[in-house]
């Protein structure tokens, strides 16, 4: 190819003036100050307060253009505690109680190690069936990227042989993707709403398993979303009714007319993975 043609590219790529810059050696005073430095190389002028904005836009746009190139069309997100323990784990759970009052706690979470095998279960099965339409693969798996319950959705995909995603988000104390993760579906996040925003664009159902003010936090902001219109309605699995009729009294919410009635219908209770599974399959016709 010639610079004749009509076809050929007139401008460098980015990249490639980037590497112009870095070959050769910045020795005046001009060409070392940061006010030099190209604006998309330079970290200390994107971490700007000002430049929030563009940040936003960076973390909506990375997430979604490897998604589109990785050909995931839809996912099945699941969201869930990140404190309840693998089977394989619950007498170590169960050594870490020194008081009486910690072994409770500690007895509790061990109790919901089944939603762990059922989260695994769940994503397994999603991940066997392997709908693919207009070369798009759809109910790919998607988790939070951390322990426990996200760690159980995609180790049951990995055990199909099947990609997930994780979308981790940036805490205080680190917070590293489980291992399970296909690494190229493996993001980070600086803002919540970001993330939020993510695990919902493609999501096409929605499993919630018990857990705390994170779950609540997505599970509810969901429901918001449905139920105002923003969003179609999705199947939305809630695990384990003796957990969220303890903590959510959602009877009381319809009977206070601070929601509707009908609003208890936005989501489905089940036990198993399987009921799960049927009740995305009968919602949306599936062969499989």
């Excluded at 993330?195 to 969901?222: I, Y």
Aim: proline share 5%.
């Amino acid at each position: 190819m010639t610079d004749k043609e009509l076809t050929r590219r007139k401008f460098y790529k980015a990249e490639q003036e980037a590497g112009f810059v870095e070959a050769h050696a910045r020795t005046t005073p001009q060409q070392q100050d940061p006010a030099y430095r190209l604006a998309f190389r330079d970290t200390e002028f994107l971490l700007r307060e000002e430049l929030r904005p563009v940040r936003f836009q960076l973390e909506l746009m990375k997430p979604e253009m490897l998604l589109d190139e990785a050909h995931i069309g839809s996912t099945l997100v699941m969201y869930g505690s990140a404190r309840i323990p693998a089977p394989e784990q619950v007498e170590a759970a169960l050594a870490t109680a020194t008081t009486p009052e910690r072994k409770a706690v500690v007895e509790r979470l061990v109790a919901k190690s089944k939603y762990y095998e059922e989260a695994r279960k769940l994503a397994t099965i999603a991940s066997e069936c392997a709908v693919v339409e207009n070369d798009m693969r759809q109910f790919v798996v998607c988790s939070g990227g951390g322990p426990s319950i996200m760690e159980a959705a995609n180790r049951g995909a990995a055990e199909a042989g099947a990609e997930s995603i994780g979308l981790n988000i940036v805490l205080p104390h680190e917070q590293a993707p489980n291992s399970f993760v296909t690494p190229h579906l493996s993001f980070q996040f600086h803002y919540f709403a970001l993330r939020k925003m993510h695990f919902l664009l493609r999501a096409r159902a929605v499993a919630v398993f018990p857990g705390g003010f994170g779950t609540f936090d997505e599970f509810f902001e969901l429901l918001t979303l449905i139920q105002t219109g923003k969003m179609k309605p999705i199947p939305i699995l809630l695990f384990g009714g003796d957990f969220w009729s303890r903590v959510v009294n959602f009877t009381a919410l319809a009977e206070e007319g601070v929601i509707n009635a009908e609003d208890v219908n936005l989501f489905t209770l089940v036990e198993t993975a399987e009921q799960a599974w049927d009740r995305i399959v009968e919602f949306y016709d599936l062969d499989c």
